[in-house]
Every structure is written in C-alpha cells, then in structure tokens.
C-alpha cells in the first residue's frame, strides 16, 4: 500500500534574514512619541507657565491659593508669600501654593 501515498520530508530550514531590531522597538518608539507629546510636553508647559506666574507675583496682587482662599498680597519674601484674606487677617504661604492670580477689584466683588 505504499506506492498510493508518497513519502513527504521536511524541506531543509533556509537561511532566512535576521529581523531588524529597529522593526521589533517601533511600537515601543511610536508609544513613547505618543506619551510624550499627550502627558509629558504639556505638563511641563504648565509647570513653566506656573513658574512664570510666581516670579512675577507683586505686591497688593489678588490671589487664589490650592486651598481655595482668595487674599490680597501683603508681602512677598523668598519661599512665602503673606496673604489678607480679610481686614487685620494674614496667613503665610509658601508661593507654590498660590494657584492664580485674580484680575483686580475680585474680592471687592464677592
């Protein structure tokens, strides 16, 4: 009965190319190139626009802090900024803590 169904043997394996390792670390660019331009560029837009907006921080400036108080800058030293939240009340910050600055004559409006 065998001379009805033939032998089939293994064809020899070929020296095929070696993969570029550039094509196996695409996907792996391409999402850094996506986190880069979504999460890390933008973040660090804002931490300079932030840094900008403290250097430039003046006397009698109205403010909001991160903890949602509104004041009027009564001085400013190095690290601490020290705020009139209402007539003969301060508080000291530090001046990461100021979040905006508000446009003038704000606190007379609320």
Known sequence: ??????????????????????????????LFGIFYFMLIR????????????????????????????????DDIADQFVTLEIAPNVTV???KQAISAVLPKGTLKAS
């Open 92 to 94: 000291k910050l530090q």
């Open 1 to 30: 009965m065998d001379f009805l169904i033939s032998n089939a043997y293994a064809q020899a394996a070929g020296a095929g190319a070696a993969p570029n390792p550039l094509v196996s670390f695409l996907p792996l660019i391409i």
């Open 42 to 73: 933008p973040q660090m837009k804002r931490a300079k626009e932030q840094r900008a907006m403290i250097s430039a921080l003046n006397k009698g400036d109205e403010v909001l802090t991160n903890g949602g108080l509104l004041g009027r800058i």
